[in-house]
């Protein structure tokens, strides 16, 4: 079944002669998942490695090799897809590519269009690691970056020629993400975001723990959504069992702990370090009084597990800035009971910690779940339901309803409940 049509995304596609050329297909399968309308450039050496006529297959659309095949309408090609592109993305961008573009050649479809567009450029170098690392290409790349071309770094491991380094593009993902970043309105560019994700763990003895059911879904997809819109982002997060899903330009710091997610969120929190701070880990309120240093035996008496209480990130932040109101800060509050508990739950933690949001939902539609359903409630008492829907979709709301906050430009009003 075919996908409901909406506006797409018009993405130029460069694919230049590198070995990593094949790897264009994979990048506009992955443009055309995320709802973009892909017309490709193939560079001759390009069409060495990979052909127009797969390109077309996969993007439906003509693929453009020559300056002199393209003008059976009188129209000029080359001016048409400048115009037409959102975005012109170059990649896999062979190093021989950077270097004329970095001095504006215009003798193939591909420079004359990036000469001539007035879209964001992103550009995606894939080479040998000492072709990479030559000081001609950093020159080169150097320049493109100054001029505001977003430049996105290869990756390092085992390179196609046989060395070893950095080199290899990117993943189809992190191109994705920053072809997105390159088209959005920066509405929270320049502020600095920490956001914390996922749970914690407190051990029992070296084998077991007290954990909870969080994923850290909402607040890697929070990270997502603040980079995209400009900001800077670091991410603080609980066990996730993997690499957390978000772009490279998010800073990651991983802790186990509640005392390590502490220590990690405060030391990070202050108004010279942080404009925004989005607290959505499930940091245990609870901790094992001590942990036993070797296994608890199953054939000794039961253990008896006392639990003290751990320290609470959320109210000493809102304490440390209790004489003034930055950086912006934005708890969540996650309940099991009804709406209306949760409600009040939210208002009790805006006033007793000192928030200026706090984001309620219920632990049943959003623990471990791709979805969620939150209640967005601030100082004036004000709340804004968001229904069901994906964490990505949910994560925009609320940093639209931050960039509200942002642009009322604190202190705002605030009410005594
Ligand atoms: C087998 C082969 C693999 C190549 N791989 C790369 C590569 O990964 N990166 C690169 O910058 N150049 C690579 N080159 C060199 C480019 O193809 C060459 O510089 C060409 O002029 C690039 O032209 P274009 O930028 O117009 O596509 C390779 C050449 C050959 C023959």
Redesign the pocket.
Known sequence: MKRASRAKTRVVLG???????YKGVELARALIKRGCDVRVIL????A??VTPFMFESITGNRVTTSFWNETETGAIGHIELADWAQVLLVA???????A?LRYGFAE?P?LAVALATKAPIVVA????VN?YSHPATEENLRELRARGVEIIEPESGE???GWKGK?RLASPQEICWRVRRAISAKDLAGKRVVISAGPTREAIDPVRFLSNRSSGKMGLALAREAYRRGASVTLVHGPLGRRPNVPAGVQCVSVTTAQEMFDAVTSRVDPARCDIAILAAAVADFRPCVTATGKLKKAGATPQIDLVPTRDIIKELGARRAAGTRPLLVGFAVETGTVAELLAEARRKLTTKNTDLIIGNLAQDSFDRDTNRVWIVNQNGAVQEVETASKARVSRRILDAVVSLEALNCPHERVQH
Request: proline share 6%.
């Open positions: 694919v230049t002669g590198s070995v990593a050329a560079t001759d050496s390009a060495k490695f896999p961008a062979s190093a021989d590519l950077v004329k193939t591909l170098p894939a080479m040998n072709m390179l196609a020629c080199g």
